[in-house]
Each structure stands twice: as C-alpha cells, then as structure tokens.
C-alpha cells in the first residue's frame, strides 16, 4: 500500500461510477477535506455529473467500515482472517474445493478483479467464481463475439460519435446514467438522426425533439422484433451495402431468408410502432451510412435490450442491422455495446468471469489453460474447469450439492440481482458469507464477516472504460487506519490456506503480472504498465508487447474481424417475447431502470445527502390514463405484485410511460426494491437476467403508510 507520505495533492484519476469514467482531479486541503474538480480528457471534455461532483463525500463518510466485524461485533483482522482461512479449510476439506464460491464485481480495478480469479482458481481450487457483470454486459458480449469474433463494448473511441449523421441508440438513457456522454450525440441530433428506442419518454428521448430526430417506443420486450423489421425495410428498400456485405461478411442469404417473415405491417403489430416510424429510422440510418453518402451511423445498444432472455440475440439483430448498412470496421460508423459499470470490459477480461481467464481467454481452451497456468506456476490440469453463471450460482447456494461459503467483493447482491426474496433466503443457508465492502450494504449486514476495504481515492491501480481504453487511478489520500486492500487480504487468506502461489500486494507488480498472463489473447495488455500509461493515458488494448512500443488499438475490425476467415458472421435469430408476459392476474408491464442521482444498488449514492435530497425516495411511474383506471392519485401508495412478490411504493403519474406500462427505479432496498419483483429467468446463451421487463398487478394499497419503515432506509445521515 502507497504510504501516506507517498500522496500528493491535485491526484489525476477517475470518478468512482460508471464505465464513461469521467476524468477528475482530487484535491486535499490541509484540513484533509477531498474536493474533486472536472478534468479534460476525450470522454467527459471536462464535465462530470452529479455523481461525480459529490463522489469525496463517501471518502470520509461516518458510515465507513474500518474494522472487520466477526457476527456483527469488531474484531481484529487477525481474528477475522484466521476465522475465514478455518473455515474455508474445513469446508473444502469436508465437501470439496467447489463448496467454496467467489462473486465479484464490475468496479474493481483491473490488478483486483484479475487477483480475484487467480484467487478462486489456484487457492481455492473452485470453478465457481462469477460476477455481477454477468448482469451488465454478457449479452452484448456473447452477441459480438458469435458475429464480430470479438466483445469490446465500444470497438471505437466514444468522441467518434461527435461525426455521426445518425445514431440509433436502443436501450439506454444516457442524459441521465452518463450525462457527460450526451455531448458526443450533438451532430446526430443537429442532423436530425438522433433515433432512441424506449418504452418511456426519458432524458434521453427527450433530445429527439424539436427536429432532433425520433422517439420509438414499443411494446416492452419487443426489440428484437423492431430491429428486424427495420432490417427487413434497409434490404427491402435497397438500402443494403452489397459490396461491403459480399467482401466482409457471410450468412446474407440465411439472413434473407429470415428477415423476410418481418414485414413493416407484422412488425407494427408485434411493436406497436407505426410503420412510418420503423421506415423513417430505416432512411436515418441508411442515409447516414458510407455506402450511400452519409457522414456516418452507429447502432448502439444498452441494457434496456440486453437484460432480457433474448438480449443475446436482440444484440445479434443489432449488429447484423449494422453489417447490412456497412457499419462495423469503417471509422466513423460502427456497432457498440455501452457498457455500465466503471470496470465493467475490464472486470470479464482477467477472470471474474464464469468461463474466462485473463486476457479474455476461455478456460476450456488447453493453450490458453497452459499459459497462464505458467505465468501462475501451477499445473494446467490442476486449473477448475468452467463454473455456474451468476444466477444459477446464486440459486444453488446453500443446497445439496452447492457452495456453502460465499466471498463478495464489490457487489450487493441483496439489492442488485434479481427475485432478491430468494436471494436473501440462499444467503441465509449459507455456512459462510464474507463480504469486502466499505459500506454496511444490505449484503454486508447479513454476513458472518465483513472486511474494510479501500476506496478508489485510497488506491492504485487500472481501470477499462466503456471504449476500452485502459486508464490509471491513482491514490489521492491514505485509507482511514484499519482498512486494507483487496490485494492484501487475498495475499494474506493464500498464507493462511497454505498455498504457494505467490500473490503480489502492490498495484502495479499485479498489473505486469496481468500483462504477462493476458499476452496473446484477445484482451492482450502484455505491452502495457503503470509506468506507460502514466506517460501515454490514451492506450486501448490489444496492446501487445514488441521490440518497439505498440500504439494501441482504438479503433477495431478496420482491415478484418478476429474469426477464422476474417468476415463478420451474418446469424439469423427471432423474436419470443419476454419471459413473464401479461396475464389475467398480471395485465401490465414492468420495467426498471436508473434514475440520474444514485447508481446500481445505491449503496454508495443513497449516502450522500446531496444526492438524496435530489431523488429522497423509490416511486413508481404510472400513466394518468391508468391511474384514473385503477383510482390511484399522486403520491398514493400503490402495491405491485409479480409471481416472485410484492413491493409497495408511491405512485409519480406521468404520460412520459405507456399506458400499459409502470417504471420502477432499482437503486432502494425493502418494501420499494425492483429486484424484489423481478424474474431471475436468463438468456439461454449469455445467462443475462431479465431484469428489463416482466408481468405486474398493479393497485391501490390500502394497509398501514408503516409498510415503508424496513429496511429501505436511505443511508444520508439526517436525510429521510
């Protein structure tokens, strides 16, 4: 750990949120007060958002863990170390090494998430390690790596949006989880090609307006057939680009042959987007494309469309629209997935991940096993094969034949995954639940040991942002005394287990270790080290090592996509509907989603009092036409009931929803939690939640205003 003397004011690093990783600098008074001040860099041009503005607030919260608590009581580390190196022995021991799970998380550092999987994979011996990124990102990763031979969220720098003609952006309210981003969408909008698809009139569909561009919004779960009806309208039309398809593709007449069973007038009806609408995104599109003499398209896709049963192939349908229009691996045009948390590339990269092994390599490959095994020093065939998933881990906790100890770092699991009711019941059957936070989150508070760990100000260390670009966060003040570093408790539970794999504990050793390990594979950093990236900050990987220093690779697929004949694959898919769909007892939908002041679970945000102040309590939108259906007013409690539970919360009414849909934000626990609500039912593929959208009775409550006085406190002191 960097010692105290080592810090210095003015750090340069990044905000603590999400993958747009907004560049800031931190400056210490001598009172030791954090401010942190907006800084130039491509993503953010020097803006940040609320979030980012108030992130020092957390720094020195009254809230902070900073001693390991043993049953809820502090003890010392050595009493909580010893206690979960015991019974960890005990448990492998007795039950084997897969009776020991690992879940990690999608805004750990590279150096953690990377330490994390060698962790699981060498010292504990399980295959059972996942991430909550399987929440964020597996759908779009499985779509583009079955078609482009490659998952980077945004395959080109995010300022290339700033040249576009048009973007179709599916999925995702940027104005308000990325407020920063919004300016790379201002040629789009001033050119009138600025195409959101969503359900609810957001933030985002709002900059549509006075000739911005469109605003389509479909029944819900209904995406994947609005993209090939649009798909079918580009080929129809003669919108295709023949030439680019013939040289860089294959699959066009399967693809044909599919997207013929999607006509505009079949496609209204499943979507309920008029057909002039679905022909008017399709002449956005293909006027901006390269082939007919546009600026420049891009099809972006968000978790609005990949949290679903069908978010693989919805991404699929996404990037084949893309490959028709000659999009992917033209600068200026392209196809890219947004990614949401602030490591959420860089978390699956290096092995948090089910199936992968650093360098994005897959853990049933024997050349990929074998070289990192050597960089590890430990036999190939010693390495666990591939694990549970994140859902199906979750659902096995605590039964026959399941895990029976669990380690957290980095996720609140209670708050953040889906038929959160039986989550806490599969935690509670577990012999073992440790948790690594900062905070007491609502996971935490049911562990049997809860370790302090650092924050992103009191470290060092990497992250990859939504365009994989690799970026430096640098340490900005010392950690509060008693708390430790991640990299310092594995290192510390390998002694104890009595393991000889050798776990560095500085950032920047574990980092060049990574590199070593991820040489060769398609996330390859192997030509990357602190010490560059201090001096170069504007590197994205592949990065590999040479005999001169590579320049990085910015923009992806320019002279061929990574598969074996180096064309993009064309697959066919069609649309099923969402899982939970309307029902006599259920007849309306349900989305979720974010709101602008708090992020994911809210266990940081819900903390800081500015924040709360800004968006106080949980609520759902209902549309007065609907309202006045059900006898629900403004304000009104309203009970919500799916075929997982019930959720009580105060009505907001607004015509920004559908008729026959209610939108419920995420980021609360207790009686208003979403994930209370939602299914845990995945994609076949990707085994992505569909969080998005499910079946919902909605009333009027009529019990005790007392039914909100659990759990779902809000964190901010003073604030409730």
């Not at 936070?437 to 809860?450: G, H, N, Q």
Request: aromatic content about 6%.
């Amino acid at each position: 750990m960097v010692s105290p003397a080592a810090v210095t004011e003015g750090a340069a690093t990044h905000c603590p949120y999400c993958a747009l990783q907004c560049a800031q600098t931190l400056h210490t008074s001598d009172e030791g007060t954090v401010t942190a001040a907006g800084r130039d860099f491509p993503t953010n041009k020097g803006g940040m958002c609320q979030k980012g503005w108030t992130s020092p607030t957390l720094l020195r919260h009254s809230d902070r863990l900073t001693t390991p608590l043993l049953h809820g009581e502090p003890v010392s580390w050595d009493t909580a170390l010893s206690f979960v190196a015991t019974r960890l022995a005990a448990l492998r021991e007795s039950h084997g090494p897969a009776s020991v799970a690992v879940f990690g998380g999608g805004g750990l550092t590279n150096e953690k998430a990377y330490a994390l999987g060698k962790f699981a994979r060498t010292v504990l011996a399980t295959p059972n390690i996942d991430y909550n990124g399987r929440f964020c990102m597996a759908s779009a990763a499985a779509g583009a790596n079955r078609t482009l031979g490659l998952d980077r969220g945004l395959p080109f720098p995010l300022a290339d949006l700033g040249g576009a003609q048009a973007v179709l952006l599916l999925g995702s309210n940027l104005a308000e989880t990325m407020p920063p981003a919004v300016q790379h969408l201002a040629g789009a909008r001033a050119a009138g090609g600025l195409v959101v698809v969503d359900p609810r009139r957001s933030a985002t569909a709002d900059l549509t307006a006075d000739e911005g561009g469109l605003h389509v919004q479909p029944v819900p779960g209904t995406d994947l057939a609005l993209l090939l009806g649009i798909a079918h309208i580009v080929l129809a039309e003669g919108f295709a680009d023949l030439e680019y398809l013939a040289e860089r593709t294959t699959g066009l007449d399967d693809i044909r042959r599919s997207l013929a069973l999607w006509w505009p007038e079949r496609t209204e009806q499943v979507t309920g987007v008029p057909v002039a609408s679905l022909r008017r995104a399709a002449f956005l599109l293909a006027n901006a494309s390269p082939s007919r003499g546009g600026s420049g398209a891009y099809i972006l896709t968000g978790r609005g469309v990949e949290q679903s049963t069908q978010g693989t192939d919805t991404v699929t349908a996404a990037i084949t629209l893309a490959l028709l229009l000659g999009l992917p691996g033209r600068v200026g045009s392209g196809y890219g997935a947004i990614t949401g948390q602030g490591n959420g590339q860089g978390g699956r990269e290096h092995g948090q991940k089910a199936d992968q092994l650093p360098g994005y390599r897959s853990i049933e490959d024997e050349a990929a096993r074998a070289h990192v095994a050597g960089v590890w020093g430990v036999d190939p065939a010693d390495l666990p094969r591939t694990g549970m998933p994140a859902i199906e881990l979750l659902r096995s906790l605590g039964t026959p034949g399941g895990p029976r100890a669990l380690l957290v770092h980095g996720s609140n699991v209670l708050v953040s995954a889906p038929d959160a009711d039986r989550v806490r019941e599969r935690l509670a059957a577990l012999d073992l639940l440790v948790v690594c936070d900062f905070f007491p989150s609502e996971t935490a508070l049911l562990a049997d040991v809860v370790l302090p760990v650092t924050q992103w100000a009191e470290e060092e260390g990497t992250m990859t942002s939504l365009e994989g670009r690799v970026i430096r966060r640098r340490q900005a003040l010392p950690p509060p005394p008693g708390v430790r570093s991640e990299l310092e408790i594995l290192a510390e539970l390998a002694l104890r287990l009595g393991s000889t794999v050798r776990f560095d504990t500085s950032p920047a050793l574990v980092f060049d270790e990574l590199a070593r390990a991820s040489a060769g594979g398609r996330a390859d950093y192997s030509g990357l080290s602190h010490a560059r990236l201090d001096a170069e900050p504007d590197l994205f990987w592949p990065v590999p090592a040479g005999p001169t220093p590579h320049p990085g690779t910015p923009r992806m697929f320019l002279e061929r996509f990574p598969t074996p004949d180096g064309r993009a694959r064309l697959v066919p898919v069609d649309h099923r509907g969402p899982s939970d769909d309307l029902r006599r007892d259920a007849p309306l939908f349900l989305v979720t989603g974010r709101v602008l002041a708090h992020y994911q679970s809210g266990a940081q945000t819900r903390r800081v009092p500015e924040l709360v102040r800004s968006s106080p309590a949980p609520y759902v939108e209902i549309h007065p036409l609907l309202a006045d259906r059900l006898g629900i007013a403004e304000s009104d409690l309203v009970q919500l009931d799916t075929a997982r539970g019930r959720g009580v919360v105060r009505a907001r009414l607004t015509d920004a929803v559908r008729t026959d849909t209610v939108f419920l934000p995420f980021h609360w626990s207790g009686t208003s939690s979403a994930n209370r609500l939602t299914t845990d039912a995945t994609d076949p593929i990707s085994g992505m939640p569909e969080f998005k959208v499910c079946a919902v009775d909605v009333q009027r409550w009529e019990g005790p205003v007392e039914v909100l006085e659990d759990e779902s406190l809000l964190f901010a002191g003073g604030v409730r």
